[in-house]
């Protein structure tokens, strides 16, 4: 690695804006590094955009604290992925996969995210399934396909198989057994989206002022410490 | 720029959702994370885009609370700090929010632990 490489690549993969104005504070001066402040970090635009998701709209943000977590994004990535690389590692394997990362997350005490993390892949890998078969005109299957030879084992995911195509990335699986499995098949049309699937303006206020504490109520510690990842699944 | 139809789209079978955060520039933090990570599937920046959303919204949330319980409507670096000690699973964030260094700086945040103190003379 080398962290006085100038990285001139175009870092706005998958619709975020990338390189947005984060030299703007000034503490550059006398750095002998000239990595790109935008390649350390998340796009500032991005990250106020999913903090606001669950602010007041009364509510400001400070630009230290912008700035802080955005730092804090960065670091997050690093920390699962260090320990995600040392499984790789004792494993003998190459390639970080998914399921490492989301095994990472468990192990560092992220486990709450790792049940609408596997939603979300599950979903994802289901929806690039059926637009690869579409493409290819071959009939759909929706159901659990015969076990595959793979690294880990069984391989859980749909999209492994289904249409016989050889899979470019390693194996991967969720360590979900097979009746979790059916659960969010099941109930994958119910709940989907965490925050974004709020349709108005009224539904988040609703949301967030149970979090940070109704002044009738009282106190709403409890909300904040099982902080509901599911909250619009219900 | 609405993004609350992306993921219901995404729900009743249309284009996948333009994920919030881009895919290569967390690829790009993935790789410098450590001389040895070598190769990384297409979908674990996927499953970091969604992971990175939650873990803003959860700090954004324990340290828009610190705010409200001093009477603030803006949220603060003190603000993020106290939620940071609060909370056991970002520990790992003490060091970096703790010490006097803002964005912008190259070095790498334990770099600038161990070299604050010559920075700051």
Redesign the interface.
């Given at each position: 690695?080398n962290?006085c490489s100038n990285?001139n690549?175009?870092?706005?993969?998958?619709?975020?804006?990338?390189g947005s104005a984060?030299?703007d504070?000034?503490?550059?001066a006398g750095?002998q590094?000239?990595?790109r402040?935008?390649?350390?970090?998340?796009?500032i635009a991005?990250?106020i955009?999913?903090?606001r998701?669950?602010?007041p709209t009364?509510?400001?943000?400070?630009d230290?604290?912008k700035?802080?977590?955005?730092?804090?994004?960065?670091?997050?990535?690093?920390?699962?992925?260090?320990e995600?690389?040392e499984r790789c590692?004792r494993e003998q394997r190459?390639?970080?996969?998914?399921e490492?990362?989301?095994w990472a997350?468990s192990k560092?005490?992220?486990d709450d995210?790792v049940e609408?993390?596997s939603v979300?892949?599950q979903?994802?890998?289901e929806?690039?399934g059926?637009?690869r078969g579409s493409i290819r005109g071959e009939p759909i299957q929706l159901k659990r396909p015969a076990a595959v030879a793979s690294e880990g084992g069984v391989d859980h995911s749909p999209a492994v198989g289904v249409y016989g195509l050889p899979q470019l990335?390693?194996a991967?699986h969720f360590p979900a057994t097979e009746p979790h499995h059916h659960h969010h098949q099941q109930q994958?049309?119910q709940h989907?989206?965490?925050?974004?699937?709020?349709?108005t303006g009224g539904e988040m206020g609703g949301y967030?002022m149970g979090?940070?504490?109704d002044p009738e109520t009282g106190s709403s510690q409890e909300l904040?410490d099982n902080?509901d990842?599911y909250a619009h699944y219900k | 720029m609405r993004q609350a139809g992306i993921y219901s789209g995404m729900m009743w079978g249309k284009k996948p959702c333009p994920h919030s955060l881009p895919l290569s520039r967390i690829k790009k933090i993935m790789k410098k994370s450590g001389e040895d990570v070598k190769m990384i599937s297409c979908e674990a920046p996927l499953v970091f885009a969604k992971a990175c959303e939650l873990f803003i919204q959860q700090l954004t949330v324990r340290s828009y609370k610190v705010s409200v319980q001093a009477n603030k409507r803006t949220l603060q670096k003190d603000d993020i700090i106290t939620a940071v000690k609060a909370t056991d699973v970002f520990d790992f964030l003490m060091d970096m929010v703790s010490s006097a260094s803002v964005a912008g700086d190259c070095m790498k945040p334990t770099r600038e632990r161990t070299y604050g103190f010559m920075l700051k003379e």
């Open positions: 690695m962290p990285n690549s175009g870092g706005g993969g998958g619709g975020g804006g990338g984060n030299n504070n000034g503490s550059g750095n590094c000239t990595v402040e935008q390649d350390r970090f998340m796009p991005n990250v955009r999913i903090m998701k669950v602010l009364h509510a400001k943000i400070s230290d604290a700035e802080t977590i955005q730092e804090c994004v960065s670091e997050y990535i690093s920390f699962i992925t260090s995600a690389n590692q190459k390639t970080i996969t998914a490492d990362v989301l997350m560092l005490g992220f995210y609408p993390l979300y892949l979903r994802y890998r929806h690039e059926d637009h990335q390693a991967y994958q049309h989907f989206g965490f925050y974004g699937a709020s349709a967030y979090v940070y504490g904040v902080f990842l | -």
